[in-house]
């Protein structure tokens, strides 16, 4: 079983407490960057490094590519987090965290689900 460092441990446990804080006040319902936003905002007010949509490169056979991908954030060059607004998480969700966690070369992510009645049920944690 894979095991994370307990640092790791204690940044997801406040990004998870942050992004409940923000959904306790803005209920579901809104765009995805919105609640981008305000959990990034969450994160630096509770003195987190945050990365917000990040043009991160893709080497393909070799070569470079200027913009593969942009993560929603990531929290102390350590945690991945992306945000959906879904019904439900599918497994294409989940395929893409963790393409995103093998290019960045981090371990952890988390899928956070700001659609749901309680955010607690839309919450997912994925390890590479």
């Given at each position: 079983m894979d095991m994370i460092s307990?640092?790791?441990q204690r940044i997801t446990q406040s990004i998870i407490g942050a992004a409940i804080e923000v959904h306790r006040l803005l209920g579901p319902g809104l765009l995805?960057?919105?609640y981008e936003e305000c959990l990034a905002y969450e994160l630096a007010e509770?003195?987190?490094f945050v990365e917000r949509q990040v043009a991160r490169p893709v080497v393909y056979?070799?070569?470079k590519l200027s913009v593969?991908?942009?993560p929603d954030l990531i929290v102390e060059r350590s945690i991945l987090v992306e945000l959906k607004t879904v019904e439900r998480?599918?497994?294409v969700h989940t395929a893409?965290?963790?393409t995103y966690l093998k290019l960045t070369g981090l371990r952890v992510g988390l899928l956070l689900n700001f659609n749901s009645v309680l955010l607690a049920n839309g919450i997912k944690r994925v390890l590479l």
């Open positions: 307990k640092e790791q995805e960057a919105t509770r003195s987190f056979k070799g070569v593969g991908y942009r998480f599918h497994p893409q965290l963790l």
